[in-house]
């Protein structure tokens, strides 16, 4: 199989279309299978991994190193991990501890985690965090610059004001989103007028190709729709969940065999779900704190 790839933007870098999410890769509880899933997704041409220093209190972060440290891989992944500080101490223990976790020397892409609350970018500005990640860069600690958000565009906009040069925006794309508090109309186009790379997730809404999101246990859609709708739209690549062999096949023979999504059938679709997309019943991400990482709740101040 041969996975397709496409540029990711302003860093010219070939991506696989699919991503290996790096959360559900640390919720397998037997760490020789995690590795060979990871190893079984580079075989197959997924060239593109993801991670979050909070991800399973670092335990995603240390499977993926120790996947990665072996047979040359790591220098066939394009290795994505995030930064969940919002400060300059913080952004700068989570940079080392990522470094040290991942056995690498340089993280291709570092990205603001989880930019969720409306106060996310000013404290990402105000108290350091963006400095420390333009020095880590200027440093070749890392070498290009994103941020992540599920919550709502206006704080992904406000995000994107903060500085001129981000490459990479991660975001919800999905069948109900272009109805919901919507990347795909509000966000998308500002990303594309900076060459911002757009990345999507929650393309079911959450969850994976076996258990099913929200989108797909809602019957709205099958998740053979959700990730071919996702991948049709302007997107560099999709994360997708993986948590098991069968998940990563489901996947990966999705993406090699992936050709746009007609436009009666897009149509189709998008007529199909619209009754139950637009309250956001589907897409919980977006409008509760279920879907909101501990380590930045308890950063704002809620409770776990």
């Given at each position: 199989?041969?996975?397709?790839?496409?540029?990711?933007?302003?860093?010219?870098?070939?991506?696989?279309?699919?991503?290996?999410?790096?959360?559900?890769?640390?919720?397998?509880?037997?760490?020789a299978e995690s590795e060979r899933i990871m190893h079984a997704a580079i075989d197959h041409g997924v060239t593109f991994f993801d991670n979050a220093w909070?991800?399973?209190?670092?335990?995603?972060?240390?499977?993926?190193?120790?996947?990665?440290?072996?047979?040359?891989?790591?220098?066939?992944?394009?290795?994505?991990?995030?930064?969940?500080?919002?400060?300059?101490?913080?952004?700068?223990?989570?940079?080392?501890?990522?470094?040290?976790?991942?056995?690498?020397?340089?993280?291709?892409?570092?990205?603001?985690?989880?930019?969720?609350?409306?106060?996310?970018?000013?404290?990402?500005?105000?108290?350091?965090?963006?400095?420390?990640?333009?020095?880590?860069?200027?440093?070749?600690?890392?070498?290009?610059?994103?941020?992540?958000?599920?919550?709502?565009?206006?704080?992904?906009?406000?995000?994107?004001?903060?500085?001129?040069?981000?490459?990479?925006?991660?975001?919800?794309?999905?069948?109900?989103?272009?109805?919901?508090?919507?990347?795909?109309?509000?966000?998308?186009?500002?990303?594309?007028?900076?060459?911002?790379?757009?990345i999507g997730m929650k393309s079911l809404g959450g969850g994976n190709m076996e258990t099913g999101g929200k989108i797909v246990a809602g019957g709205a859609?099958?998740?053979?729709?959700?990730?071919?709708?996702?991948?049709?739209?302007?997107?560099?690549?999709?994360?997708?969940?993986?948590?098991?062999?069968?998940?990563?096949?489901?996947?990966?023979?999705?993406?090699?065999?992936?050709?746009?999504?007609?436009?009666?059938?897009?149509?189709?679709?998008?007529?199909?779900?619209?009754?139950?997309?637009?309250?956001?019943?589907?897409?919980p991400s977006k409008s509760t704190q279920h879907y909101d990482g501990p380590y930045h709740r308890r950063q704002h101040g809620f409770a776990e």
């Open positions: 199989m041969s996975i397709p790839t496409r540029v990711l933007g302003k860093t010219g870098a070939n991506v696989s279309i699919i991503c290996l999410g790096g959360w559900h890769i640390g919720s397998v509880n037997d760490d909070d991800y399973h209190e670092g335990r995603s972060e240390e499977l993926m190193g120790k996947a990665l440290a072996t047979g040359g891989r790591r220098q066939k992944v394009f290795l994505m991990t995030k930064n969940c500080g919002r400060d300059a101490e913080h952004s700068r223990q989570h940079l080392e501890d990522s470094l040290r976790r991942l056995k690498t020397d340089v993280i291709d892409l570092w990205q603001f985690h989880e930019i969720n609350y409306d106060n996310d970018p000013e404290w990402i500005v105000e108290r350091g965090a963006l400095a420390v990640a333009l020095e880590a860069q200027k440093a070749g600690k890392i070498r290009y610059l994103g941020f992540t958000g599920h919550k709502a565009p206006h704080i992904l906009l406000k995000m994107l004001a903060t500085h001129d040069n981000y490459d990479t925006c991660q975001l919800p794309v999905n069948v109900c989103d272009y109805f919901y508090r919507s990347s795909i109309h509000e966000v998308m186009p500002a990303l594309r007028a900076k060459n911002v790379a757009a859609a099958t998740a053979d729709e959700c990730i071919r709708f996702a991948l049709s739209q302007d997107i560099a690549s999709l994360v997708v969940g993986v948590d098991s062999m069968k998940v990563l096949m489901q996947d990966v023979g999705i993406a090699d065999n992936f050709k746009p999504m007609p436009k009666d059938e897009t149509d189709a679709l998008l007529a199909r779900v619209k009754l139950v997309a637009g309250d956001g019943r589907l897409e």
